[in-house]
């Protein structure tokens, strides 16, 4: 194939990559640029360009993907909005520490972060949040004052939860939120896992809340891209991508047994340590 | 008929629609329209969560649920201060 060829086919060979990472990111509850923008790195992109493509993609990916969320109830504003917070303080003080600290330490020690939250939701069985027959879910969901809530399983018994250690992950959640700052993601691989794994919060409401979340770091980020000029029409594949991708992952992550979508996050933490412990 | 916050969410469906036709228009610059349809795109794509929390804020505020407005609030003030600095500092 001669390089016309190869530019030509770049943009849809962005379209499959934005739509196959966006669904996943609905899924598993990556923001999706932390796989997506390593690709478009090795297809010789550069990181000033694939870096608003990314991010055009996570938020593309959120929009689509937010709304069927929260009708079908897996995503928590509340939780967002807590987590978010501390989120965004954090990414303030690793945009500031980004310029005199040297990322690459910290990306290996997230990356092998990645892995062992990778093999602690790999390896767990059962399942912490059991559903309760014949409760009314419109008395237990969006209960004011508390981090409380509940979703629908595949089988349409309603599962509530409540989050435990909020503290602890206040606490971490501030760390993703710096390593987002300092590398320019969104932290949604290190988010779900603090939510479901720390927090003990159903890994589908986990990964659903996070999307919202990388869905706001991603907005910010792309309102500075925009600011930069960086946006051009070459993002355009990742937005189409984006929320295609979004839309699809949204309608199958309520079909998914929570046990799949635990799996299938394992699958994507462990690809994404390889990639940031290698890539770093 | 959807209740209320339903119907939004009925809007933001019918506008992720409208923006991969819009996308579309980027791709393709059709009739030279591309520039300004990415514009719209970014308009649409930087201020949704806005929208979201808006909504959820109200929803609070109605709840009387002081503790979430005034999380929601801080949420949307850091989130605000943080793209017009980052604006202002690389822009």
Known sequence: ?280 | MPSPPLRHIRIADVLALVLIVAATVVWSDAQGWGAATLTGVTVVLVTWPALFIGMALARWWRQRDWRYVGIGTTLFVIATASAAIGILLTG
């Open chain 1, 1 to 280: 194939m001669d390089a016309l060829a190869v530019s030509q086919a770049a943009p849809w060979i962005l379209l499959g990559l934005a739509t196959f990472t966006a669904m996943l990111g609905a899924i598993g509850g990556i923001g999706g640029a932390v796989l997506l923008v390593p690709a478009l790195l090795v297809m010789g992109w550069s990181p000033l360009e694939a870096a608003p493509a990314g991010m055009a993609m996570v938020a593309a990916g959120a929009f689509a993907a937010v709304p069927a969320q929260a009708r079908n109830r897996t995503s928590n504003l509340r939780l967002a909005a807590v987590l978010e917070t501390s989120a965004s303080i954090g990414a303030a003080a690793g945009a500031v520490l980004s310029v005199t600290i040297a990322p690459t330490a910290l990306m290996r020690l997230l990356g092998v972060a990645a892995m062992v939250a990778a093999l602690a939701g790999g390896t767990r069985t059962g399942q912490r949040n059991l559903p309760v027959e014949g409760a009314d879910i419109n008395l237990l969901r969006e209960q004011p004052g508390l981090l409380a809530s509940a979703y629908i399983d595949p089988q349409g018994r309603v599962v509530p939860y409540r989050a435990t250690r909020v503290p602890a992950g206040l606490g971490l959640t501030w760390v993703a939120g710096v390593v987002a700052g300092m590398t320019g993601t969104s932290g949604g691989y290190l988010k779900t896992p603090i939510m479901s794994e720390v927090m003990h919060i159903p890994v589908k409401v986990a990964a659903a809340t996070t999307v919202f979340m990388a869905g706001i770091t991603a907005s910010v980020a792309l309102a500075v891209y925009a600011g930069q000029g960086r946006l051009t029409s070459a993002v355009a594949p990742a937005i189409i991508g984006g929320l295609v991708g979004g839309r699809l992952g949204a309608l199958l992550q309520p079909r998914l047994p929570a046990g799949t979508v635990r799996q299938l996050l394992s699958v994507l933490l462990m690809i994404i340590g390889i990639v940031v412990v290698v890539t770093a």
